[in-house]
Nanobody
Framework: QVQLLESGGGLVQTGGSLRLSCAAS????????MAWFRQAPGLERDFVAA????????AYGASVKGRFTISRDDAKSTVYLQMNSLKSDDTGVYYC???????????????????WGQGTRVTVSS
């Protein structure tokens, strides 16, 4: 049984930083492409960042590019999202997602992910 558990959310001021973690269990290390999505109040879920199964490829949403960094540590079965220069628009619930793949591509669409965590809330105050 695959489980994804996000942590690291909280309240931070504009311009601050947070690091989110997603601990995966039930997946063979290095077998899954991973991603972060977020959902702001009243809005649809948006793509934030993705990383390939081997960590060699990454992708970011336009609004976070240059400020957020996705990484993975397969020894710990954990994916991270380092968020810097946070803005009020970054407020929302952040979800981790996983899809087992044989290749090293990144996956942008939420519909293509098989497993999801419960989310961790990030609030950026001005």
């Amino acid at each position: 049984q695959v489980q994804l558990l996000e942590s690291g959310g909280g309240l931070v001021q504009t311009g601050g930083s947070l690091r989110l973690s997603c601990a995966a269990s039930g997946l063979t290390a290095g077998s899954a492409a991973m991603a972060w999505f977020r959902q702001a109040p009243g809005l649809e879920r948006d793509f934030v960042a993705a990383i390939s199964r081997d960590g060699g490829n990454t992708a970011y949403g336009a609004s976070v590019k240059g400020r957020f960094t996705i990484s993975r540590d397969d020894a710990k079965s954990t994916v991270y999202l380092q968020m810097n220069s946070l803005k009020s628009d970054d407020t929302g619930v952040y979800y981790c997602a996983a899809r087992q793949l044989l290749n090293s591509r990144v996956v942008y669409s939420g519909h293509q992910y098989d497993y999801w965590g419960q989310g961790t809330r990030v609030t950026v105050s001005s």
